[in-house]
């Protein structure tokens, strides 16, 4: 089982899971409440929180758009 620290925007979520970090994303995209704020990108890190400044080759960074539909989410 993985430890994913999770980051978009001001969403920020530890979660423990055998589901791909893709999955993973989608599912925490579920815990969102009215005063998160998301970026364009989920950064999906084992090792700690990550964001555009710090994420390397290691961070599985993923389009905030692609992790909306994955959780059957619509945009409007």
Same mark, same amino acid.
């Given at each position: 089982?993985?430890?994913?620290?999770?980051?978009?925007?001001?969403?920020?979520?530890?979660?423990?899971?055998?589901?791909?970090?893709?999955?993973?994303?989608?599912? %925490? =995209?579920? !815990?969102?409440?009215?005063? *998160? %704020? =998301?970026? !364009?990108?989920?950064?999906? *890190?084992?090792?700690?929180?990550?964001?555009?400044?710090?994420?390397?080759?290691?961070?599985?960074?993923?389009?905030?758009?692609?992790?909306?539909?994955?959780?059957?989410?619509?945009?409007?």
């Amino acid at each position: 089982m993985s430890k994913y620290y999770i980051k978009c925007g001001s969403l920020q979520l530890i979660y423990s899971t055998s589901k791909s970090e893709s999955e993973a994303a989608a599912q %925490v =995209l579920w !815990e969102t409440n009215k005063h *998160d %704020v =998301l970026d !364009e990108y989920f950064y999906i *890190d084992e090792r700690g929180y990550r964001d555009y400044t710090s994420a390397d080759k290691l961070t599985q960074v993923i389009p905030t758009e692609v992790v909306m539909k994955l959780a059957n989410w619509e945009i409007e």
